[in-house]
């Protein structure tokens, strides 16, 4: 069956310019994540769904992060006015409850 | 706040040799944890997921250990190939319901 997928795989914006990613869980899904990943580091947690609404939102970095899930499946993360400090490779994961979490292949975000 | 630390951080072993991986948490309190692997420029791929219930999980050539009690786990590779090359890591899951990962063991079998 279908994995997660993520759109765009590659982003470069300019600084200052707003980008949206999108996240297309594994069908059925309740549970959605988005985490980041920079270069030789393990990925750090950013927004946790559960359904529709955020369970956990403590690893946004700043009020420029904002992500949304509004129909429990597909999700969209948010930046505002990017930083260079931004460019990172954003993972989307998802899992049916309290199980394994599947991962989609990334959006590589590069801020110029 | 729960911290996840992997050691080594790089691994370099002949092929047909074990691996051992390491992974450390600091709160025991944990829902699961799991294994990944990582391959350049690719993004995760679940290998085993051990239920905090569990002593340990298997799979072909792979086994992972869990002692929940002393915050450790330990990834089993036996009889490398040059195709185990990767970044392989570990990340444990609470009651909080996040996912908190360490920094990867990068690890290359040479032929």
């Known amino acids: 069956g279908a994995g997660v997928s993520q759109t765009p795989s590659n982003k470069v914006t300019e600084k200052g310019k707003y980008v949206e990613l999108r996240c297309d869980p594994i069908s059925g899904h309740t549970a959605l994540y988005w985490y980041r990943q920079s270069l030789g580091q393990g990925p750090e947690f950013l927004i946790y769904f559960q359904g529709t609404g955020a369970a956990d939102d403590s690893g946004l970095p700043n009020d420029r992060f904002f992500a949304v899930r509004p129909e429990g499946s597909v999700s969209t993360l948010k930046i505002q006015r990017t930083e260079r400090g931004d460019s990172a490779v954003y993972l989307c994961?998802?899992?049916?409850?309290?199980?394994?979490?599947?991962f989609g292949p990334g959006t590589r975000l590069t801020v110029t | 706040k729960q911290e996840v630390t992997q050691i080594p951080a790089a691994l370099s072993v002949p092929e047909g040799e074990n691996l051992v991986l390491n992974c450390s948490f600091t709160?025991?309190?944990?829902?699961?944890l799991q294994w990944f692997r990582q391959d350049p420029g690719k993004g995760l791929t679940s290998l085993l997921l051990?239920?905090?219930?569990?002593r340990e999980q298997t799979s072909g050539r792979l086994n992972a250990s869990l002692d929940k009690s002393s915050g450790r786990s330990t990834l089993y590779i036996a009889a490398s190939q040059p195709g185990d090359s990767a970044t392989y890591l570990c990340a444990v899951k609470g009651s909080w319901g996040k996912l908190q990962f360490g920094a990867g063991t990068q690890v290359v079998v040479t032929p």
């Open positions: 709160d025991s309190a944990i829902y699961n």
């Open positions: 051990i239920q905090s219930s569990q």
């Open positions: 994961a998802s899992s049916a409850g309290q199980t394994e979490l599947y």
